[in-house]
């Protein structure tokens, strides 16, 4: 596949949500039905010789970006979702944030040891909503085989904070220093 230029359809809203914040809207690129599928390609393609059974996204956009590339490499989809919103046992992982704490949640039943998973999401900034998820693929003795991120803020040094957790592979399409 030829490089895509995904950063055009990337908008760019200063001081949302608060003074100093450049949020990164990825709306428009998915709303563009070839740069959708040019980011659902390039991290399916990316992963395609790696054996993956399941792709985790976290809620919400991780499941706008990992349910069509689990779709792309014939895997299952598990939803990574804030707490109390599955509705059978659930596994839960903790995470810091810059000020508190949150948490995800996958059914009791989402991944065995025999799996082997991609995590996919829209974004990576400080890396704690990845780890949590590795966190949770490592509970079940299932497999992370690597990482799939539309966008990391590399200026941020995720990868320094997954490194700590995990020794897979990172892969992003667009880094923003």
Known sequence: MAAYDFERLIVDIPDYPEPGVVFKDITPLLADSE???????????????????KVIGAEARGFMVGAPVARRLNAGFVPARKPG????????????????????EVHADALSSDDVVLLVDDLVAPGGTAVAQAHLVERF?????????????????????????????VFSLVKVD
């Open 141 to 169: 003795g299932a497999r992370l085989a690597g990482m799939g991120f539309l966008m990391e803020l590399a200026f941020l040094d995720p990868r320094s904070v997954i490194a700590e957790a995990s020794d897979v592979e």
């Open 85 to 104: 919103k599955l509705p059978r046992e659930t596994v839960s992982e903790s995470y810091a944030l810059e000020y508190g704490t949150d948490a995800l």
């Open 35 to 53: 740069g959708f599928a040019a980011v659902v390609d390039a991290i399916a393609d990316h992963f395609k010789d790696a054996g993956i059974t």
